[in-house]
């Protein structure tokens, strides 16, 4: 959270409930440990999964893995289990996951907890909002990080995102204060609407097990496995952004146009599995990715270089520089461009 020019007129109490207490729209569970006592420790897993649909406690979940090196010891290894639910009464406790996540970690690496040596135990528990990320509800305050909504719903990586939205804000952040414009309204347009992270909200969907399910048990491992089978065939351009967390469309439209030709029947399980209402949101959050990106790559050099020729010193285009900029900003993250040149055109126009 950043505060900028602190007004003691709002509690912090206040804030936190922007979103009022409303129930997330999915959640991510996560326990692990890092534990010391693994000899066979030099490789890393991303995403793995080794079960189809289980029971844990009195609901069904499709539990996945990470796990890699940790850099306190040779035998040292962080392990994370994590599963995707719909919120609602019944859904698995932490300490179940817990339990499921020693007896599996034991059967699969062979490594029994008495060999172990706890480091730490990690748990948490993430919320989603589909409406994300979080506009800024109040004069001065800007949400930041975690606290913005700004973080994939799929991969939770808020700190990987913070860095990647760190050059955008910060030069925002300085515009923002530099003009005055600190209502509510203008830092809101540093928390613009993302389709990329409005269109990874399916992903969560797709899975996360449902507990009256017309489709296989082993579907999400099904989809997973012809996903990154099709992101491996259009190779590292594809794949590396997918696992670097970074949506993007033309990566995105090649890999579900392949697996279309590779597994039409899956299409069907997948309607079943996330739902039409679902789908048809998702669709326009796809639409407005490709638009995006056509802006970013045919509007943005044009607008860009306009800019760049203008009268600094005029005051009245500082509004319209920081909606501009604002609105960049949001194209080329969106769309998964490097905005690099951001600092430089703005410094160019506070002179
Ligand atoms: C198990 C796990 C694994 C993760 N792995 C990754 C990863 O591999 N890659 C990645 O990019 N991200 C990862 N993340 C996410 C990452 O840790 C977060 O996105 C990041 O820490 C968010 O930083 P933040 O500063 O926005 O929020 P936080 O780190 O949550 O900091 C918020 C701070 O505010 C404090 N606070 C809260 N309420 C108040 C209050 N009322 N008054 C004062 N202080 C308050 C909290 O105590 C906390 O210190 C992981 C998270 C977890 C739990």
Request: a neutral charge.
């Amino acid at each position: 959270m950043l505060t900028i020019r602190q007004k003691p007129t709002l509690s912090v109490l206040k804030f936190v409930q922007i979103r009022s207490g409303r129930k997330p729209d999915g959640v991510c569970l996560v326990v692990g440990s890092c534990a010391r006592g693994f000899k066979d420790n030099s490789t890393s897993d991303v995403i793995y999964s080794s079960s189809s649909v289980k029971k844990v406690g009195d609901s069904e979940v499709q539990l996945f893995w990470e796990a890699f090196p940790a850099g306190s010891g040779p035998l040292d290894r962080t392990t994370y289990m994590f599963t995707y639910i719909d919120p609602q009464a019944g859904s698995p406790k932490l300490e179940e996951l817990l339990e499921h996540c020693t007896t599996i970690l034991a059967d699969s690496t062979g490594v029994t907890l008495d060999n172990l040596e706890i480091q730490r135990v990690i748990y948490g528990i993430f919320p989603t909002y589909r409406d994300s990320p979080l506009p800024a509800a109040f004069n001065r305050i800007l949400q930041f990080g975690d606290a913005s909504g700004i973080q994939s719903p799929v991969s939770f990586g808020g700190f990987g995102s913070l860095t990647r939205h760190l050059g955008r804000l910060s030069t925002g952040v300085y515009e923002a204060v530099r003009g005055d414009f600190v209502d509510s309204y203008s830092l809101s347009l540093l928390n613009p609407y993302m389709p990329n992270l409005s269109a990874s909200w399916l992903f969560q969907r797709a899975m996360s097990a449902k507990q009256q399910s017309d489709v296989s048990p082993d579907f999400i491992n099904e989809l997973l496995y012809v996903n990154f089978q099709c992101m491996q065939k259009l190779s590292d351009p594809v794949l590396r952004p997918f696992l670097q967390d970074v949506i993007k469309f033309g990566p995105l439209a090649k890999t579900l146009g392949l697996v279309m030709l590779n597994k039409p029947q899956i299409i069907p399980s997948i309607f079943k599995q996330v739902g039409i209402p679902v789908l048809v949101d998702w669709s326009g959050h796809f639409f407005m990715l490709g638009y995006y990106t056509l802006l970013s790559t045919f509007a943005d050099p044009v607008i860009r270089s306009s800019f760049e020729k203008c009268d600094s010193s005029l005051v009245g285009l500082v509004w319209i520089f920081w909606r501009f900029h604002s609105f960049q900003a949001e194209i080329q993250n969106n769309s998964g461009s490097r905005n690099d040149n951001c600092r430089l055109v703005s410094a160019t126009l506070v002179k």
